[in-house]
């Protein structure tokens, strides 16, 4: 089965940083195109990052961007995001989530992690 | 940036057909997919490249994309499928996740 699991959430002061993590099973994480989608407190879903098969492309949503960092360990075949210059805004539910096709489909998705901004 | 645009709720009664609609600038040339994500769970996908249903997804859940329009259509409602929907695009030129609003299905 193809699993994602988050870890790294929590609470965290405002202009701090936090790294979330995300292992997979069931696929080799290391070769495929990745994303992070987060959703905050009672919203829809907001798309953050992506990082292609090979690394050398990524992207984030204009939001995040010199903010977070989208990374990927392959030894470990872990995906990683960091999280810098945190603020209030940042609170969410932070989804990794597998990229599909050229059509970018997202699935399968993690649990989710929570992330809470605040002093 | 490209936006895509669904209507906040939707109610339907229980055996009835529910469509859900998002509708974007040429959406008919892009790809859409579909997710149902239940309250305090994560999002699955229903719907990929418009019509295409993932293993394990009742035949129910369909999909069709064009013009300015993609609509995800579920038959026969049940109560299970009480949950938000989102539909999203891959924007290609600027390497991006787009996703709409949501809409809030309720079964009456």
């Known amino acids: 089965e193809v699993q994602l699991l988050e870890s790294g959430g929590g609470l965290v002061p405002p202009g701090g940083s936090l790294r979330l993590s995300c292992t997979a099973s069931?696929?080799?994480?290391?070769?495929?195109?990745m994303n992070w989608v987060r959703q905050a407190p009672g919203k829809g879903l907001e798309w953050v990052s992506f990082?292609?098969?090979?690394?050398?492309?990524?992207n984030y949503a204009e939001s995040v961007k010199g903010r977070f960092i989208i990374s990927r360990d392959k030894s470990q075949n872990t995906l990683s995001l960091q999280m810098n210059s945190l603020r209030a805004d940042d609170t969410a539910i932070y989804y990794c989530?597998?990229?599909?096709?050229?059509?970018?489909?997202?699935?399968?998705w993690g649990q989710g992690m929570v992330v809470t901004v605040s002093s | 940036s490209y936006v895509l645009t669904q209507p906040p709720s939707v109610s339907v009664a229980p055996g009835k057909t529910a469509r859900i609609t998002c509708g974007g600038d040429n959406i008919g040339r892009k790809s859409v997919h579909w997710y149902q994500q239940k309250s305090g769970q994560a999002p699955i996908l229903v719907i990929f490249y418009d019509s295409d249903r993932p293993s394990g997804v009742p035949e129910r859940f369909s999909g069709s994309n064009s013009g300015n329009t993609a609509t995800l259509t579920i038959s026969r409602v049940e109560a299970g499928d009480e949950a938000d929907y989102y539909c999203?695009?891959?924007?290609?030129?600027?390497?991006?996740?787009?996703f709409g609003g949501g809409t809030k299905l309720t079964v009456l």
């Open positions: 989530v597998k990229n599909n096709g050229p059509g970018g489909w997202f699935d399968p």
């Open positions: 999203q695009v891959w924007d290609s030129s600027s390497g991006q996740g787009v």
């Open positions: 069931g696929f080799t994480l290391s070769n495929s195109a």
């Open positions: 990082i292609s098969s090979s690394g050398g492309t990524t």
